[in-house]
């Protein structure tokens, strides 16, 4: 989805005096001005298509370990910790507890790397997922 249409392109392209480096735009404009609604509707086309990608990611992330048979909610919490997903992204993803998540998560860090591990994002974990 293309998020910057021509209305938004001629709405940046109009101002003339964007003000200060930490003014907000939003302060510049007048709230009824067609350019800042225009600016208003371009973040809330980012926010929706934010929202799509995560929940397509989710989808083939469930899909990738239906593939790989993991069925075990703890295989599956491991499994998504190792490609560097949080607890709180775990249980957006696999329906468990936030709680069981966690002790899965420490015991599984304990027995493993001690507590040197960092999270990424969901993108990231699922394109190692399919990298392997």
């Given at each position: 989805?293309?998020?910057?249409?021509?209305?938004?392109?001629?709405a940046i392209n109009?101002?003339?005096?964007?003000?200060?480096?930490?003014?907000?735009?939003?302060?510049?404009?007048?709230?009824?001005?067609?350019?800042?609604?225009?600016?208003?509707?371009?973040?809330?086309?980012i926010v929706l298509?934010?929202?799509?990608?995560?929940?397509?990611?989710?989808?083939?992330?469930?899909?990738?370990?239906?593939?790989?048979?993991?069925?075990?909610?703890?295989?599956?919490?491991?499994?998504?910790?190792?490609?560097?997903?949080?607890?709180?992204?775990?249980?957006?993803?696999?329906?468990?507890?936030?709680?069981?998540?966690?002790?899965?998560?420490?015991?599984?860090?304990?027995?493993?790397?001690?507590?040197?591990?960092?999270?990424?994002?969901?993108?990231?974990?699922?394109?190692?997922?399919?990298?392997?």
């Amino acid at each position: 989805m293309d998020c910057i249409t021509p209305m938004l392109s001629e709405a940046i392209n109009s101002i003339d005096d964007w003000g200060d480096a930490n003014d907000k735009i939003d302060c510049l404009l007048s709230p009824n001005d067609w350019r800042l609604q225009e600016i208003l509707k371009f973040r809330k086309r980012i926010v929706l298509v934010e929202k799509s990608r995560e929940q397509h990611d989710i989808t083939a992330i469930r899909k990738e370990l239906a593939r790989r048979k993991l069925a075990d909610k703890q295989y599956q919490t491991e499994f998504l910790y190792q490609h560097g997903l949080s607890a709180g992204k775990i249980t957006t993803i696999i329906d468990i507890a936030r709680s069981t998540a966690d002790k899965i998560i420490l015991e599984y860090r304990a027995s493993h790397y001690g507590d040197k591990r960092k999270v990424m994002g969901i993108t990231d974990a699922l394109a190692l997922m399919r990298a392997e």
